[in-house]
């Protein structure tokens, strides 16, 4: 199973995608986490990556795609993957299909995250109490909400018309979430193999507005 995961900052994207991949038994590839472990590392991709990071811009579209390209092909060689803030921008999605396409593997699903802006301001405050991530700051997280509408955002248009888009309520108890996204998964893999390649019919147009 190929799965991605879109949603704004704070939206519970990591939260869910550990408790996924641990279930399904599949990597989770989370960019936001590869680049923090570059960061610490002090690598020279590392040290590129900090100052956007810090700012709470995106680390330029080249960087991200080599640093997943290794990881998907071998994830995908071993059954699957949860992608977690990765494609992030319309240039990461296009690579990421050519990619898929020229295998004859696309992303079966997106899920779209979605929550108000209140609840996510709430939660990054408090892992910024809690944690002390350097992007968790509020400037910092206004700044990265207005990145992912202008630059993450259209990619729910793009995923909506490849007819693999699913919403996803993000806001209320984790395990409910969980439970949530445990069931839609279950239940596209038994359509999966009891209908051959073809989409959920539910899929198709979930996105729209
Ligand atoms: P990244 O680490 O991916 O940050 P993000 O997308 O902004 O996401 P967060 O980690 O803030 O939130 P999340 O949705 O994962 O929520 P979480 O589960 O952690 O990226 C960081 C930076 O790296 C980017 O700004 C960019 O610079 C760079 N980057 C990464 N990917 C890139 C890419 N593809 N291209 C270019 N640059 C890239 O939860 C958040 C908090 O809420 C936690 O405290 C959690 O415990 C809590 N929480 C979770 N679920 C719930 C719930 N249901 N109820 C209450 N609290 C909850």
Do not use: C
């Not at 989770?28 to 709470?56: C, F, H, N, P, W």
């Not at 299909?97 to 995250?113: I, K, M, N, S, T």
């Not at 038994?190 to 390649?197: Q, Y």
């Amino acid at each position: 199973m190929r799965v991605l995961l879109i949603g704004p900052p704070g939206a519970g994207k990591g939260t869910q995608a550990a408790r996924i991949a641990a279930h399904f038994d599949l990597a989770r590839i989370a960019t936001g986490d590869l680049l923090r472990q570059e960061v610490a590392s002090g690598s020279e991709l590392g040290r590129t990556a900090k100052a956007y990071m810090d700012r709470g811009d995106l680390v330029p579209d080249e960087v991200v795609i080599a640093m997943t390209r290794e990881r998907v092909v071998k994830a995908n060689a071993e059954g699957g993957y949860i992608l977690d803030g990765y494609p992030r921008t319309l240039a990461q999605a296009e690579a990421a299909h050519r990619w898929a396409e020229a295998r004859g593997v696309p992303l079966d699903l997106a899920l779209l995250f979605e929550i108000g802006t209140d609840e996510l301001l709430a939660r990054l405050a408090g892992r910024a109490r809690e944690e002390g991530r350097s992007d968790d700051a509020e400037e910092t997280v206004r700044h990265r909400l207005e990145v992912f509408r202008s630059q993450t955002h259209p990619l729910v248009d793009y995923y909506r018309r490849r007819g693999i888009l699913v919403r996803i309520d993000a806001v209320g108890p984790v395990d409910a979430i969980t439970e949530q996204i445990l069931a839609l998964l279950h239940w596209y893999k038994f359509k999966a193999l009891t209908a051959g390649a073809d989409r959920p019919e539910w899929a198709i147009g979930q996105g729209d507005g």
